[in-house]
């Protein structure tokens, strides 16, 4: 089984310049998630998708952060535009969303420097 | 709101000595609770998850972990480590409905040492 494929592995930008992510989750899967993981800390839920629609999106910095999830498959998250602080490792992951419990399977993970 | 505290940034153990990561949770309903290794370079992967039952829970790799409600806690243990648990560990805690949504807490490197 294929496991949850992000690209690019690593990007770097210079702010206040735009970059995109592209994730693709595991065959099946109707949840997806978009963490940050800044250096030293544990992953942040930027935003959370069931199937095609917004389950939660409350950390997301909406006024230069976007997402979204085409035919409740592939998913793309978006900065514009970035900013140095937004320099992290940005991770997908994908599980079967039946209930709380199911495993949540997580990408390589895109490494973001913001110069 | 749940929450989730990993007391100890680095804990450094020589092989085959046995460990304990720790980890403590805040919530005013029942939880769900997961640990979670990264190793360099890569996503996160499971290693273990408590949902009910035993509170004694056997994941991969050897490691297991113990469900504590009165003390709220997780601690992951495994009895012998090996060079090849150098990585960061992860507590995380969801609900068992509603949006899922993990809480992770700041991390715990093992570094084992030859």
């Known amino acids: 089984e294929a496991g949850v494929a992000q690209s690019p592995r690593y990007k770097i930008i210079e702010k206040r310049q735009s970059v995109a992510f592209w994730c693709n989750p595991i065959s099946g899967h109707a949840t997806l998630y978009w963490y940050q993981q800044i250096l030293g800390q544990g992953p942040k839920l930027l935003i959370q998708?069931?199937?095609?629609?917004?389950?939660?999106d409350s950390q997301l910095p909406k006024d230069r952060f976007s997402a979204e999830r085409l035919k409740g498959v592939d998913s793309t998250l978006k900065i514009q535009p970035a900013k140095l602080e937004d320099s992290a490792v940005y991770l997908c992951?994908?599980?079967?969303?039946?209930?709380?419990?199911?495993?949540?399977?997580f990408g390589p993970g895109t490494r973001l420097t913001v110069l | 709101a749940q929450s989730v505290t990993q007391l100890d940034s680095q804990v450094p153990v020589f092989e085959e000595a046995p460990v304990e990561l720790r980890c403590n949770y805040s919530s005013s309903v029942s939880v769900y609770l997961f640990w979670y290794v990264q190793y360099p370079n890569q996503g996160l992967q499971l290693l273990l998850k408590y949902l009910s039952g035993s509170t004694l829970v056997k994941g991969i790799n050897g490691f297991e972990a113990e469900f504590n409600k009165s003390q709220t806690s997780f601690h992951l243990r495994k009895p012998s480590v090996h060079i090849s648990d150098t990585a960061e560990y992860f507590c995380a805690v969801t609900r068992p409905a509603g949006t899922y949504k993990y809480i992770f807490g700041t991390g715990t490197r093992l570094k084992v040492l030859a």
């Open positions: 992951a994908s599980s079967l969303g039946r209930t709380g419990g199911d495993t949540q399977y």
């Open positions: 998708f069931q199937n095609n629609g917004v389950v939660d």
